[in-house]
């Protein structure tokens, strides 16, 4: 009961299935300059994204994705440049032994050490997104996985974990990332006690970008439920991983980052300098 759709060829059901529509289309190219550029584009399009939606908090909050040439490395924003200043040109390369070895500008430490681990851990994942945010950091104290008490949030259902190793400790040494990275085996996501929320996608930073606003307006909309005192309605089981199924997906998760990336290109013109 309740199996997702058959759906062939197509990623989602959300693909028309008319032809000739004109549609987001994935990326493809043979060649890793334009890999790199696109993704660069990307990401700097996530750290816009990510001021659009207020996850700035000083200098914590680090963006992700990895080379396409060389995998051991991967594009960061840079520390102490708020969300709605980075642009292609302040983005900086980053080894996993913490060394900037193209751009300008300094990585953040905590940020290394998590998303260091990460990569270094899981050669599947791409892309990895961290922030301190409002709602995110408020629900992470609760030590509590999120329920599903929405479509929206059954995207997260048996699809992310919470981490209480190292729970509020600030990750500054190296050490401290290796503990929390076996939690990302098969999930997209972690809540992360006393600290706040990660993304993770093996797909691009489009997804991870999305699923991490999707994660933090999912942890407003239950702590808004939850402060009600009323006990909400679950979605139950076998529904909430039908849902996830057909709208939890890295494919659609890219695919919403589209509708913001498009926005932020026609309103942010210097993002591409
Ligand atoms: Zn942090």
Redesign the pocket.
């Known amino acids: 009961m309740n199996k997702p759709m058959d759906l062939g060829i197509r990623k989602s059901v959300y693909q028309p299935t008319q032809e000739g529509r004109i549609f987001p289309q994935e990326f493809v190219s043979g060649s890793p300059a334009a890999l790199r550029e696109h993704r660069k584009r990307k990401l700097v399009a996530a750290c816009r994204a990510f001021d659009a939606w207020d996850l700035d908090y000083g200098f914590?909050g680090h963006l992700t994705i990895r080379d396409p040439e060389h995998p051991e490395l991967y594009w960061t924003n840079p520390v102490a440049i708020p969300f709605s200043q980075v642009k292609l040109s302040n983005l900086i390369l980053v080894n996993h032994q913490g060394e900037v070895v193209e751009g300008d500008y300094a990585v953040n430490q905590?940020g290394f050490v998590l998303h260091a681990a990460v990569h270094a851990a899981h050669p599947d994942i791409l892309a990895m997104c961290?922030a301190?945010t409002e709602y995110g950091v408020a629900f992470a104290s609760l030590g509590k996985p999120l329920a599903p008490i929405s479509q929206d949030a059954c995207v997260f259902f048996e699809d992310h974990a919470v981490i209480r190793e190292e729970a509020g400790q600030v990750?500054v040494e190296q050490g401290a990332g290796k503990n929390i990275c076996d939690s990302f085996t098969g999930v997209k996501a972690a809540i992360h006690q006393n600290?706040?929320l990660l993304t993770v996608s093996r797909h691009s930073i489009d997804a991870a970008a999305f699923w991490f606003m999707a994660l933090e307006r999912c942890c407003k909309q239950e702590l808004m439920v939850r402060a009600t005192g009323v006990e909400p309605v679950l979605v139950p089981e076998d529904r909430a991983r039908y849902s996830r199924e057909h709208v939890g997906s890295e494919y659609i998760g890219w695919l919403h980052f589209q509708t913001v990336y498009e926005e932020l290109v026609e309103d942010n013109p210097d993002m591409l300098d």
């Open positions: 914590a905590a961290h301190h990750a600290h706040g």
